[in-house]
């Protein structure tokens, strides 16, 4: 079975900052695997996603994540933070061959920004 | 190109009573799901289906919550008798078939006092 391990419940950056949120995922088969974000009171978000083809994935607001096989990662980053990033960020993985797709996800990171 | 519909979004109910939410997906979305998240977690799957069908359930959905699609577009999630415990914000997600990605809609907040 599939599983999602966010390291850091929460994380703090300065404005215009690295971002960096932490992942790591266990999956039987070749995963799926998902970033995205929730603000106050809102659905989640897509960020992006890697689905087998390039490692390094680029998303939204100016996200990416490269996914390592050998370490089983998927991080997060952002190279210069804004205001407008603080929200939280959930990590989620999907196997193709699990009947009806689930995606499960990780317990989520809530990133703050500080001016 | 309209997103996952939810409604209510918010329902403040007393103990014991029943509620339902209802959820449109994104046209053409054959599969629908629906996930519980409460405050500090993740999302956590309830049950998905496949056009009609309801395909899988989880532990977590309980013999007092239902779900249903009657016909393979919008679906509904009733609790009865509602506990405490039941207070969450309910999300629906859908996805084509032959996608890879499920999409949210905005989430329905339950607070049982």
């Known amino acids: 079975a599939q599983s999602v391990t966010q390291l850091g419940s929460h994380v703090s950056v300065s404005e215009g900052a690295l971002v960096l949120l932490r992942c790591n995922y266990s999956s039987s088969v070749p995963p799926y695997l998902f970033w995205y974000v929730q603000y106050p009171n809102q659905g989640l978000q897509l960020l992006l996603k890697?689905?087998?083809?390039?490692?390094l994935v680029k998303g939204i607001n100016g996200f990416e994540a490269e996914f390592k096989k050998s370490e089983t990662s998927f991080h997060l980053t952002k190279p210069s933070a804004h205001m407008s990033d603080a929200a939280e960020y959930f990590c989620a993985v999907s196997e193709a061959d699990t009947g009806g797709f689930k995606t499960i996800f990780g317990a989520g990171t809530r990133l703050f920004v500080k001016a | 190109d309209t997103g996952v519909s939810q409604n209510p979004r918010h329902k403040i109910t007393k103990r014991g009573q029943n509620v339902t939410f209802r959820c449109d997906p994104i046209s053409e979305h054959n599969r629908l799901y629906w996930y519980r998240q409460t405050l500090g977690q993740g999302p956590e799957f309830l049950t998905y289906?496949?056009?009609?069908?309801?395909?899988?359930k989880s532990r977590l959905l309980s013999d007092r919550f239902s779900a249903e699609r009657p016909k393979g577009s919008f679906s509904t999630l009733e609790i009865q008798r509602t506990e405490q415990g039941d207070s969450a914000m309910y999300l629906c997600?859908?996805?084509?078939?032959?996608?890879?990605?499920?999409?949210f809609g905005e989430g329905s907040w339950l607070t049982v006092v």
């Open positions: 289906f496949q056009n009609e069908a309801q395909l899988e």
């Open positions: 890697y689905t087998s083809a390039a490692t």
């Open positions: 997600a859908s996805r084509q078939d032959t996608g890879n990605t499920i999409y």
